[in-house]
Nanobody, 122 residues
Framework: QVQLVESGGGLVQPGGSLRLSCAAS????????MSWYRQAPGKERELVAD????????NYADSVKGRFTISRDNAKNTVFLQMNSLKPEDTAVYYC???????????????WGQGTQVTVSS
């Protein structure tokens, strides 16, 4: 059974930090690109950051560059999102995503976690 379980969300003051974790099971974690998305009330889900299966490359939304860092530990089947200098506009539900496209078949496999709430407020 595939599971992506996010943790680490909560309430933090502006300028503060949080570290999100996403523990994966039920699939070959090290072969999937991992991403963090977020969705604020009334807005579409947006990509925050992603990291290649080997951890060799990362991408970030412009709004979080220099403040957020994505990383992964393939030995522990876990992906992290370190969030620093948090702003009220970072308030959202944060979702973990696992994505893989088959090299031969082109088949896309896509898994989502249940989300964790991050609230930035004084």
């Amino acid at each position: 059974q595939v599971q992506l379980v996010e943790s680490g969300g909560g309430l933090v003051q502006p300028g503060g930090s949080l570290r999100l974790s996403c523990a994966a099971s039920g699939f070959t974690f090290s072969t999937y690109r991992m991403s963090w998305y977020r969705q604020a009330p009334g807005k579409e889900r947006e990509l925050v950051a992603d990291i290649a299966s080997t951890g060799g490359s990362t991408n970030y939304a412009d709004s979080v560059k220099g403040r957020f860092t994505i990383s992964r530990d393939n030995a522990k089947n876990t992906v992290f999102l370190q969030m620093n200098s948090l702003k009220p506009e970072d308030t959202a539900v944060y979702y973990c995503n696992a994505y893989r496209k088959g090299i031969v078949t082109g088949r896309i496999t896509d898994y989502w976690g249940q989300g964790t709430q991050v609230t930035v407020s004084s």
